[in-house]
Structures are given as structure tokens and as C-alpha cells.
């Protein structure tokens, strides 16, 4: 079964650069969720869409930016990234936006190391 | 608001020993509730949930967690711990705000499965 693919999967970065983090979500799941998480923290929601269109904020600084593409994928843009930044950052997809009967499905997440 | 607090961030058990790993939620609704496992590098993977209906929920590698409304909680066991076990668990709640669904993680445990 098609699964939540993220890309890239490590990816390293110096300060004050910027980066994309991609998602493209299990196939006719139209809401996307982006989670971060610190080493050793538990995941932080950052932000999420429905039909293209931002559903929900989180924690997420202003320097970050996402987006919901028509095919359903999205993008997670960092700027100005600070050592702080390194984490692993998750996504997640499901259909619809009602009561989470199922859980999400998770991709493996991106590793973002800022050096 | 709904949130899960996670009781006991390391939990050491034997090999073959029950694990018990603790969670209580709060919610101002009937909750629905999720234990997830994070495999080291890795992504997270549902264990089990709890919506409605029956009160104690099988979940997948023998795990199991028992719904008790009376004292708001949601703990996860497995008879008999394996060395494969040994990773990061996370106890989650779905929260419902402006019409829209996220999960919120509590801070996990960390399970370790010695000879």
C-alpha cells in the first residue's frame, strides 16, 4: 500500500539558510499535517491544510512558511534556519477533517540537521 | 482543550516482564485516544486506538491498552516484554478546535528491554 513520502530524508544545512521539506500524502487524503520534533521531545504540531487551504496552526515560527498543492502534496519552507531548527520534522495524511477515528498515517520524516 | 500526559519518561523492564507504560488524558469531550511507536530513526507507527465501543483495544506486537473513563486513562501494556520492544512510545489525543482535527502527543516514554 502506498505510504506518506517525504523527501528529502536527511538533508544539512547551514545557519541562515533556507530549506523545503516536501510531503506527498497517501493518495486521496486530502488533509496534511506537519509535525516537528526535537531531539528527544515529542512531536510538535506546526501546521495543517485541508483541500489546499490552511486548516490549523500551530508552533510554527514565522520564518517557516507551508503550502498545499493541487496535487495534494506539500511543502514546508524554512528561512533563515537556526541551529535550533534541527529536527525531525514529520508529515502526516489522512482523508477529511472530521473526528479522528483512525489515526494519521505518518511518513518516515525528514531529518534536518543545521550546522 | 484536550491533552495526554505521560507518566515515567524511561521505563526499564526485562525481557519477558510486563510492560506498563502510563497515560491520562484530559478532555472535555470523549476522547479518542492513540498509542504510537517510534523505532529509533524512524517514522511513528499506530499501535492501537480507542474511539468507541469496547473499552480495552488490541493493538499490534501483543500490546494492548484498557480505556477508563472513571480515571481518565489510557495505559498500554504487553504481558511479556521482547527485546524488540525497546523503543520510544507515545500516547496521543485527538483535539477538535475552529472544526478541525490534530493530534496531540504527550512526551513519551522510553522503554528499555534488558537480558
Known amino acids: 500500500a502506498a505510504g506518506v513520502i517525504q523527501s528529502p530524508r536527511h538533508l544539512i544545512k547551514e545557519k541562515r539558510e533556507t530549506a523545503t521539506l516536501k510531503c506527498y500524502p497517501i493518495p486521496r487524503h486530502d488533509t496534511v499535517y506537519w509535525y516537528q520534533q526535537g531531539p528527544g521531545q515529542d512531536p510538535q504540531f506546526l501546521i495543517s491544510f485541508y483541500e489546499k487551504m490552511q486548516s490549523d496552526k500551530g508552533s510554527i515560527p514565522d520564518r517557516f512558511s507551508a503550502q498545499q498543492f493541487s496535487d495534494y502534496h506539500s511543502e514546508l519552507n524554512m528561512s533563515s534556519l537556526e541551529l535550533g531548527d534541527s529536527a525531525l520534522y514529520f508529515c502526516a495524511s489522512r482523508p477529511g477533517t472530521g473526528m479522528i477515528n483512525y489515526g494519521y498515517t505518518f511518513g518516515s520524516g525528514t531529518r534536518l540537521t543545521v550546522v | 482543550a484536550q491533552s495526554v500526559t505521560q507518566l515515567g519518561s524511561h521505563v526499564s523492564v526485562s525481557e519477558g516482564a510486563l510492560v506498563l507504560l502510563r497515560c491520562n488524558y484530559s478532555s472535555s469531550v470523549p476522547p479518542y485516544l492513540f498509542w504510537y511507536v517510534q523505532y529509533p530513526n524512524q517514522g511513528l507507527q499506530l499501535l492501537l486506538k480507542?474511539?468507541?465501543?469496547?473499552?480495552l483495544v488490541k493493538g499490534i506486537n501483543g500490546f494492548e491498552a484498557e480505556f477508563k473513563k472513571s480515571e481518565t486513562s489510557f495505559h498500554l501494556t504487553k504481558p511479556s516484554a521482547h527485546m524488540s520492544d525497546a523503543a520510544e512510545y507515545f500516547c496521543a489525543v485527538s483535539a477538535f478546535s475552529g472544526g478541525y482535527n490534530k493530534l496531540i502527543f504527550g512526551a513519551g516514554t522510553r522503554l528499555a528491554v534488558h537480558p
Open positions: 480507542y474511539t468507541t465501543g469496547a473499552t
